[in-house]
């Protein structure tokens, strides 16, 4: 009966990894230094989301609302877990074990769909999140990217190695600092079915 139970609560890993996991330059790649190239910019919008007061922000808030999350499904998953066993453990035959197998394996499937409900809410929520922070952020990407007279920016995550003054990831980080530090939201509403045709 296990085996109707495999469903994921680490939706807290899920939601906050891809913020949390944020490219950074390799260790090997700060040995690389070299002259700074006129109009040549680099910049990692992972390295501002990860490091600008909205970011870190956004992530804490995703966490709680990922934990909240896991809070509601655990009691549900642990009573189907105690029931599967005590029916594994029953003298139940027949029939009987039949109908308590297919409710029990109905109320399995109904978590599921929850937590994937759930799952998929907890990604909505950060995706417009981080394009929140990163419709905030192109202001002071552009008003940096004049300043140092670009002709071409490059994600930094693309680059093996470039010149550190050519890098205007922290410059953008204390701009957008300086603009917001906490961005409020909720968990997103679960996406709607689409309407079935008549």
């Known amino acids: 009966m296990s085996k109707f139970l495999v469903i994921s609560l680490s939706l807290a890993v899920l939601a906050v990894a891809p913020m949390a996991n944020?490219?950074?330059?390799?260790?090997?790649?700060?040995?690389?230094?070299?002259?700074?190239?006129?109009?040549?910019c680099l910049l990692s919008r992972e390295a501002v989301v990860l490091n600008a007061k909205v970011g870190l922000a956004a992530t804490a808030r995703l966490k709680v609302l990922a934990d909240?999350?896991?809070?509601?499904?655990?009691?549900?998953?642990?009573?189907?877990?105690?029931?599967?066993?005590?029916l594994q453990d029953s003298k139940l035959s027949g029939d009987a074990l039949k109908t308590r197998q297919q409710a029990l394996a109905q109320r399995a499937q109904t978590l599921q769909a929850k937590a994937q409900q759930r799952q998929q809410q907890i990604e909505l929520t950060r995706q417009k999140v981080l394009g929140s922070i990163s419709t905030s952020a192109q202001p002071v990407i552009e008003t940096a990217y004049?300043?140092?007279?670009c002709g071409v920016l490059f994600s930094r995550d693309a680059v093996m190695a470039g010149g550190q003054s050519m890098d205007l990831t922290a410059e953008v980080v204390?701009?957008?600092?300086?603009?917001?530090t906490t961005l409020s939201f909720d968990l997103e509403p679960a996406p709607q079915a689409p309407a079935a045709a008549q």
């Open 22 to 40: 944020a490219a950074t330059p390799a260790a090997s790649a700060a040995n690389f230094t070299g002259p700074s190239v006129a109009g040549i």
């Open 68 to 86: 909240g999350v896991n809070a509601e499904l655990a009691p549900e998953q642990t009573a189907i877990q105690t029931e599967a066993k005590a």
């Open 146 to 149: 004049k300043a140092h007279a």
């Open 174 to 180: 204390k701009g957008l600092d300086a603009r917001m």
